[in-house]
């Protein structure tokens, strides 16, 4: 039986990120292998595989840093190619090695950060509110020049977090810790529990080691990569 155009477009609005015959090449090279995949609302999705198979290639695509040789995004319902504005909106992204305004201090890099969304006058709430919940308020004149990796990582899922989006995503580059690792638990609970109920997708090549939620907290996947084609994890032995 055909689904009917209300049940498409709820099925479509449940799911964060719609990826569709994903591809990217880089002239001969196939990195990514038409990826195919839906992450739910309020699921923890993360990608595992070694180096080099494709993960933070197809990652990028689907933040919409890099346009794929083919396929489709969705975010939240949006088209990245067609849509872009309205999907990027909905769309914070982590990723570890980004630079910061070092002579800023936290509060000021979130008001710079609101100037470039264009956020009304709620986001000085909300950037108290992530301010207190990763720990932050506490040093509220020290300059990011003066921050800890970990406090760098904390002022990167501020900001990631400040224009209230739908989706996060996030990447680890460091070994076998994800890109929320030096996060107290505590403080990464507490944003998710409070002020966030989206999706969150994250690639990690410490397949043994790949932190996922526990049983019951919103966790799923993983997705396995290997030479840019998905499979289920654990993947199927040869």
Request: hydrophobic letters at 40%; proline letters at 6%.
């Amino acid at each position: 039986m055909r689904k009917s155009v209300a049940e498409s477009l709820w099925s479509s609005l449940r799911s964060r990120i719609e990826v569709a015959n994903l591809t990217q090449r880089f002239g001969a090279r196939l990195a990514v292998d038409r990826l195919s995949l839906s992450i739910p609302h309020g699921m923890f999705y993360g990608i595992v595989g070694p180096n080099g198979a494709g993960k933070t290639t197809a990652l990028t695509a689907m933040c919409g840093l890099r346009r794929p040789t083919a396929g489709s995004v969705r975010v939240a319902g949006h088209d990245l190619r067609t849509a872009r504005e309205a999907a990027l909106a909905q769309l914070g992204v982590m990723m570890d090695g980004l630079s910061l305004p070092e002579r800023l201090t936290a509060g000021e890099v979130l008001r710079y950060s609101a100037g470039l969304h264009g956020l009304d006058g709620g986001w000085r709430a909300r950037a108290d509110d992530l301010l207190e919940i990763l720990g932050l308020d506490a040093v509220p004149r020290t300059l990011i020049v003066e921050y800890s990796t970990g406090m760098r990582k904390k002022i990167n899922l501020a900001l990631a977090l400040l224009h209230r989006p739908r989706v996060l995503a996030g990447r680890a580059v460091r070994g076998d810790r994800p890109g929320l690792g030096p996060l107290h638990r505590a403080s990464a609970h507490a944003v998710r529990r409070r002020r966030w109920h989206g999706g969150h997708v994250e690639p990690h090549h410490g397949i043994r080691r790949a932190h996922l939620p526990p049983d019951g907290s919103g966790g799923g996947g993983p997705g396995y990569c290997s030479r840019g084609r998905w499979s289920r994890w654990p993947p199927a032995r040869r």
